[in-house]
C-alpha cells in the first residue's frame, strides 16, 4: 500500500565505479584550484600573507575557501574543535 513503484530508499549498493569516478573527480578539483599561479599573483599573495601575519598556504586556503581576500585586522574563524 502505497507504493510508487520508485527505487528503494534503502539500497545501499552504489553502481560499479562511482567511488573511482569521485576519486577523480576531487583530484582533478584539487588541482585545479592549487596550481601554480603567475609569479605576480604569487608575490601579491605573498605579500598580503605576510601583512595578515599568515602563511602564503594559510592565506591561499582561506582566499580559495570564503572567496575573500583575507585582511590584517580579520579575526580567525573558530571551528568547533577549536573549542573542546
Known amino acids: 500500500m502505497g507504493h510508487n513503484g520508485g527505487p528503494p530508499l534503502d539500497d545501499d549498493e552504489e553502481p560499479p565505479g562511482k ?11 584539487h588541482a585545479e584550484v592549487w596550481k601554480t ?4 599573483i604569487a608575490l601579491f599573495r605573498l605579500r598580503r600573507a605576510a601583512a595578515a601575519g599568515l602563511t ?3 592565506y591561499t586556503s582561506r582566499l580559495l575557501d570564503s572567496g575573500r581576500y583575507p585582511q590584517a585586522g580579520d579575526t580567525p574563524r573558530k571551528s568547533e574543535d577549536d573549542a573542546k
Do not use: S
Open 19 to 29: 567511488r573511482l569516478f569521485v576519486r577523480y573527480a576531487w583530484k582533478a578539483a
Open 56 to 58: 602564503y598556504e594559510e
Open 37 to 40: 599561479p603567475p609569479r605576480d
